[in-house]
């Protein structure tokens, strides 16, 4: 059993599992599922292939709590394959 991973993100991360709809600059619409969710951006799950790291993505946050849909702009910070058909990226908010 090894170490726990040191957490490299300065800001709170917190478990927010919802439907998330998306759209990478230039691509088709896709959707996914938000994993979890904080100040700097938010970690998204998806069964088809994310955008490549670096690529800017439209996204829209819903706030089922609130009734609406914060729209927002992210760039992928990283991508990785979790099994056959599913993926996981990660988003910085910049804008």
């Known amino acids: ?19 998330i709809g998306y759209r990478a600059m230039g691509g088709q619409p ?17 069964a088809v292939r994310p955008p490549k790291k670096g690529t800017a993505v439209q996204v829209r946050i ?4 609130l009734q609406i849909t914060v729209p927002a702009l992210g760039q992928v910070r990283w991508v990785k394959q979790e099994g056959a058909e599913v993926y996981e990226m990660g988003l910085l908010y910049i804008l």
């Open 1 to 19: 059993m090894g170490w726990p991973r040191e957490e490299k993100r300065n800001v709170k991360r917190i478990l927010y599992v919802r439907p």
């Open 30 to 46: 896709s959707h996914g599922e938000i994993l979890d969710i904080g100040d700097g951006g938010v970690r998204i799950r998806t």
């Open 62 to 65: 819903p706030l089922i709590e």
